[in-house]
């Protein structure tokens, strides 16, 4: 089964999948792509990934249109609401919804679980995979210019900010009322007691987010005793995804068996976590 759904007034989707009429957790996949694209290299091979595991499955597109902070979080929270509220239909195991995120998709997982409780009824999620994540508004590490895509929009159509066009971006945030958004979006400083269990990966060579956002982030999970697995590969680029044949495709090279690795630990991490057999 697969169904399309659009939210209202936008051309925003979600996109579920199923291979079973049997009621199961669901994975909702949320690509990276820097908050100016969807990056097709984490979406449908990573639902093809986790439908034999025993998931149902949903990929969120949330760069159709350029909306900016919190409408991302808002369309997130509402996917999680609305398979709460129609579990049923769609033989969901409501209290096993987990989230894994890409990159700047791993921001708009962890800021909306943060802050669940502004953008959705019943939408904090069980569980979290963060891949690779952009975490930090830290000026020496973070990945500037997706928050600047996130809070002020893509200025260019189909253009990410440039390092000097993202500094002047957020230097005028303090302008126009919202450069304390740098701070609430900054994950690393709000994580609250509550946190669900995670599940995280990055890679020490990383040359587009930092290895120092996911090292922030599990510093916070330990301040905050949050469990976290949390693995760190010392070699490896940014955007790998699966790291498997699925990334043989798109003009870069990324398959690679020993980053492949993580698909691994993550599946012994589901099966502690009781969330598959």
Not at 116 to 131: D, F, M, Q, T, W
Request: proline content about 4%; glycine content about 6%; overall charge negative.
């Amino acid at each position: 089964m697969e169904e399309k759904i659009y939210f209202k007034d936008s051309k925003n989707y979600f996109t579920y999948y199923s291979i079973s009429e049997v009621t199961l957790p669901l994975v909702v996949v949320i690509p990276g792509g820097g908050y100016h694209h969807t990056s097709l290299r984490e979406a449908k091979n990573v639902v093809d990934f986790f439908l034999p595991l025993g998931f149902h499955a949903v990929v969120l597109n949330y760069r159709e249109q350029h909306d900016v902070y919190p409408v991302p979080q808002k369309e997130l929270a509402y996917i999680m609401d609305f398979f709460r509220e129609n579990a049923d239909r769609y033989h969901i195991d409501s209290n096993k919804i987990l989230n894994i995120g890409f990159s700047a998709g791993a921001h708009l997982m962890l800021s909306q679980t943060i802050y669940h409780n502004e953008y959705g009824k019943n939408s904090l999620p069980n569980g979290l995979v963060i891949c690779y994540p952009v975490v930090s508004s830290n000026k020496e590490f973070g990945h500037l210019s997706s928050f600047d895509v996130l809070i002020n929009g893509l200025t260019i159509k189909d253009h990410a900010p440039s390092k000097e066009e993202t500094y002047k971006h957020l230097e005028a945030l303090k302008d126009n009322g919202k450069y304390d958004l740098l701070d609430k979006l900054s994950i690393e400083r709000h994580i609250p007691n509550d946190f669900p269990e995670s599940f995280m990966w990055h890679t020490q060579t990383d040359e587009s987010v930092n290895i120092r956002n996911s090292l922030v982030l599990y510093n916070a999970f330990v301040d905050k005793n949050i469990n976290c697995e949390y693995h760190i590969f010392p070699r490896g680029s940014h955007g790998m995804s699966l790291a498997d044949d699925s990334m043989t495709v798109g003009g870069k090279y990324l398959k690679d068996d020993y980053i492949h690795q993580w698909t691994t630990y993550l599946v012994n991490w589901l099966r502690l976590k009781n969330w598959i057999k």
